[in-house]
């Protein structure tokens, strides 16, 4: 973080200090009168485009309370624009503090802390001067801007809380409501030793106190108002001694030197108060509420916009570089496997010819014999077998034990062909694909039944035979031991010659084959 100049404003005399790594360094006084704008003029030569912030801490500071309508964007800046000149004849040095937003009856209002100097003439020359120089104005900022951020640091407690320091200007006391700056006022302060500090600070804290409550901005039987008061180094003890904490007030010391330690601020000039503590808030976390003009800042705000541009390219630049190496990790684990994949490949070749090298000498090409072994594959996985014929028609016997199988033919032919019981010669060339069907036929006797029971008979061997006709089979033809079409005659003596014999017959079945 670049160096920042702040100029410490006084009723009589302004200290420039320098903030950078944590401390402070005083690098010149300067009279508030024409001779110090001279000498100031003279010290910014060569410094074109360094950074400045003033930091006022005077007693003429004005506060007053608004109400405005809750507006946003350029609406609500005309607004406030407006009521800003209605209460100051110069607002080059005015600002408005958001307290948050009210409703008051059928609307809703936003309430405001108007803020300016009562004289704002004793910082023209100063500002022009900065100006002139060519010089970065970062923000014109009171002591009391600064107190809600410095009671967040110490520690402050409650809704409400009083931040009390003795700055080289005096005792500054600076009211604070949720977390919003409500009051200020600065109180001229003679060399006093720490014990008549100490009490003056109490007495001053109970004066603030009852002029609070008279304006309604205290409750008059409320809590006790926790007050933050920032002791010398080292003399914390006495203050403590002096600060008594009643029903009015909670008074809570802090020791200097732990203050610059809560705000990281190491060395600081000799003689330097408790505004060494609001410079180093000014440098390191200014507020946004402060009282320069655009138009004063405006080349703090193009080196604002530069910054940023150059911060958004490195971050590209290091976005791409990032890309750039992941990519590039990647190409080198990619050539990496690629090397591998290939080095796999040669150790397979060899080993291909290894093995190749083994195979006898014959008249054709390896590729030929790879060739001639797929077809054989395939032509055997097509190939017809009747060995799930028979596990079908095992099946179907289990479930039917009076069937007594005594012959089972299995052959494959084309549709339309005579289905006889001879089966195919396993030299014989199995039919074309599509076109052939495997032949399926059963032959056996019905136990267990009467010769002359046809209804009996019939039924057995019809169950039978609907049970085989599943999987892929089709019945073609049931040969029952009697004919039972039309065209023959049924007598109550048939077959007795062969009354002791079971009632055979005959059961067809097809598949297609694939």
Known sequence: MPARHLLYFTAEDHYLYTAAHGKLELQAKFSGDDLGVGAFREFLRGREGALFALLADLAGEDFHEDQVPVLRGADREAVIQRRLAQRYRDTRLAAALSLGKVHTGQRRNERLLLTSFTNTQQFAPWLDALEEAGARLAGVYSVPLLAPALAARLGARGTRSLVVTADRAGLRQCFVENGKLRFARLERTVDLVPQALAAFVRS??????????????????????????????????????????????????????????????????????????YLQLAARKPPREQFASRADRRSYFLWQLQRGLIATGVAGFAACALLSGARWIEAMGAGER?????????????????????????????????????????IAERSASPEAAFVHAARVLDRFPQMEVEAINWSVGKPGEPRGVKPVPAEAKPPAQGEAVVQFALSGRVNATQRNDYRGITAQVQRFAEALASDGYELERTQLPFDITSEGTLTGDIGAAESNEAP?????LSRKLP
């Not at 490949?345 to 001639?372: G, H, K, M, S």
């Open 504 to 508: 055979r017959f005959t059961i067809t």
């Open 338 to 378: 690629a090397e591998i994949q290939t080095r796999e490949a040669r150790i397979a070749t060899q080993q291909y010819e290894r093995i190749t090298a083994t195979f006898p000498v014959t008249q054709t090409t390896t590729e030929n014999l790879r060739a001639a072994v797929v077809e054989f594959r395939r």
């Open 204 to 277: 001053e804290t109970l004066r603030l106190i009852q002029y609070l409550i008279t304006l309604r901005a205290l409750p008059r039987d409320g809590a006790p108002l926790h007050a933050v008061v920032v002791a010398p180094p080292g003399e914390r003890a006495l203050f403590e001694q002096a600060l008594v904490s009643d029903a009015r007030v909670a008074f809570h010391t802090i020791d200097g030197a732990e203050a610059r330690q809560a705000l990281r601020l190491g060395a600081v000039p000799e003689g330097t108060g408790g505004e060494a503590l």
